[in-house]
């Protein structure tokens, strides 16, 4: 739906048989409106969500429980309102489709892992490589390479990170002490 509004042959287009039809809205500000309406759906559900968990007097995970199924309940009641006969729910599915489900569920138990168990440190590392491995991996498969806008963000993200997470008497020394700290390190060893 989100990237429906950013195809250019989209029912937004101005161009009908060389004449304008008047002011319409352009395939992308659809597509922007449409981003930014899942993404404040999406916020006020987990405010919901989050207020129904710390009001209710039952365990989390009853609460998380009864919620998921609440979810399950009204996407099934669409799907019900909105199919076409003839059609099953999984028309349409490839094998990659499924690999993509699959490695996202994994990579789900993998992520809950490393918050819960990892430190800082871990952390640090994991959200740093996950985006150039990302980008190593879209380019060979969907054709998709960054240019050097992207990257220049993502070494001030990096950045951002080690002096979020980094230690604060390394942040705070010059570099004159960084050196001659490393130093003795070497020599104690």
Known sequence: LACSGFDDSAAGSAWAGGRTRGPSVSSWHVGFLLVLLLAICSA?????SELLMKTSD????VVSTWLHLYGVVASTMAYLATRQPGRSLLDGFTWLVWTLVL???????????TFRHGGNSVKLYGASL?????CAVSGPLLG????SGFWLGYVQAICALCLFY???R???SIDADVVV???RGRREQ
């Open 170 to 172: 390394m942040l705070c």
């Open 103 to 113: 490695a996202n569920g994994v990579l789900g138990f993998v992520v809950s892992f």
């Open 130 to 134: 996950a985006v150039p491995l990302t």
């Open 166 to 168: 980094g230690d604060r």
């Open 144 to 147: 998709q390479y960054s240019g």
């Open 44 to 48: 006020l559900a987990v405010v919901h």
């Open 181 to 183: 700290g490393s130093a």
């Open 58 to 61: 039952l365990p989390v995970q």
